[in-house]
């Protein structure tokens, strides 16, 4: 293998590791989707929570004095499975998008919600039309506009993004066509606009319900003939760029209220992403935040541990507004501030944000929890009744009793069902 590959295979060695230790190790085993072999014995059973994380971890057990030829076995069978889940995941399976360099979060998600969000982000990068990406602030739009470049006939091109909401009026126009020498003082010298700039690849216009009107005639333009002029500029310049583009105001309203143009709308929006709200799948908001906690340790004190059981339930609880920036905002800021073994919900300020308005009852919570889990166990398991059980260790008949008892179906949407 070379070094710049990834390892096909892990390997935890059990002793010394206490139930905590495997929960922080929960989302860079998921993060790495690679199969992984527990070495330990009976011993390492014994406590309930250590038991269930490691049947949900392990693709294998094996006792810590086993034949060497077993485990080299057993390693190259685990090897051969991950290059076909590599292969079935590439169609199907869990997204984790990383690129420190370019954003400041990954996509996370074992949900169905998340599955329809990765599987739709596979379709439209397998075409060249342009895409609508709609989702409230913080969810990731800029970041799926990266997953559909990045899985796209464009990847190997750049990959410009911009914020029409952020750049003063009298700059949009020099920023996306560019600029020749004089066109205005301070010119000094030809600028290439980020839509020539993006040529062969992709760009990404982000709050593009905020570009004024008469630069949506000239977006148009572009968008019908393949053509700009830089700003000063006579002669035509051809650019083959893929666009995508992303609000979080209903354009539909602003067409009506004759604040966008009803034709761009339809130009744009030929095909349809959208990024749900942190809210739409809590059940993954305790493995967003591990996941985080673990990115980010680097800024944490060395006692620093992980969260508390508190601190989860409030998180479960709470309605995030800012959706996953502001989850991460909040988890970064505990991990600096929090004093003790274990982030409290006070470290994230959530424990006073609203939660008075309703006092959840002991069998709301215990309900609310049975839920959870039911849906983050099938859908880690592609809705495969004998899988989760398993997982839970519990019956496929409790399975079926518990989907009536809180009204789940036994089939994710058709839009995510595996073969």
């Known amino acids: 293998m070379r070094d710049d590959e990834p390892c096909q295979v892990g390997v935890m060695v059990l002793d010394d590791l206490t139930a905590q230790d495997l929960r922080q190790l929960e989302p860079l085993i998921l993060k790495s989707a690679s199969p992984w ?136 126009q020099s920023e996306l066509f560019g600029h020749e020498k004089g066109a205005f003082t301070g010119a000094q010298q030809r600028k290439i606009g980020r839509i020539e700039a993006a040529n062969g690849g992709t760009l990404f216009l982000d709050e593009i319900g905020d570009l004024p009107l008469e630069l949506q005639v000239n977006l148009l333009r572009f968008l019908e003939t393949r053509f700009i002029q830089r700003v000063g500029g006579l002669q035509d310049v051809s650019v083959d760029v893929r666009i995508l583009a992303a609000t979080h105001v209903n354009l539909e309203l602003a067409v009506e209220k004759g604040r966008f143009r009803e034709d761009l709308y339809h130009r744009l929006n030929v095909l349809q992403v959208n990024v749900p709200a942190l809210r739409d799948h809590s059940e993954d908001i305790e493995i967003l935040a591990r996941f985080f906690f673990e990115r980010f340790s680097s800024e944490k004190a060395s006692g620093l541990k992980g969260f508390s059981r508190e601190a989860l339930t409030v998180m479960q609880r709470y309605h995030w507004p800012g959706n996953v920036r502001e989850l991460i905002n909040r988890v970064r800021r505990a991990m600096v501030m929090c004093e003790s073994r274990l982030i409290r919900p006070e470290d994230l300020g959530l424990e006073r944000r609203g939660f008075n308005r309703h006092h959840m009852t002991l069998e709301e919570v215990r309900e609310k929890a049975e839920r959870d889990a039911l849906l983050a166990a099938l859908g880690r398991n592609h809705y495969r009744v004998n899988a989760a059980a398993k997982e839970l260790d519990v019956s496929r008949v409790t399975i079926y009793r518990l989907l009536d008892k809180h009204d789940i179906s036994r089939t994710p949407p058709e839009e995510v069902r595996f073969s």
């Open 37 to 172: 072999i527990a070495v330990g014995d009976a011993s390492n059973m014994e406590d309930p929570e250590q038991r269930r994380i490691i049947a949900h971890l392990s693709h294998a057990m094996v006792p810590a004095d086993t034949d060497i030829l077993r485990l080299t076995i057993l390693l190259e069978h685990a090897a051969e499975l991950s290059r076909l889940q590599h292969i079935e995941r590439e169609q199907h399976g869990l997204l984790v998008l990383d690129d420190e360099d370019a954003q400041e979060y990954e996509f996370v998600g074992t949900t169905p919600v998340m599955w329809q969000l990765f599987k739709t982000i596979r379709k439209v990068a397998a075409v060249d039309a342009p895409v609508f990406i709609s989702g409230e602030s913080g969810t990731g739009k800029e970041l799926t506009a990266q997953a559909i470049h990045e899985r796209s006939a464009r990847a190997e091109h750049p990959f410009h993004a911009i914020n029409c909401g952020a750049l003063p009026e009298h700059l949009i």
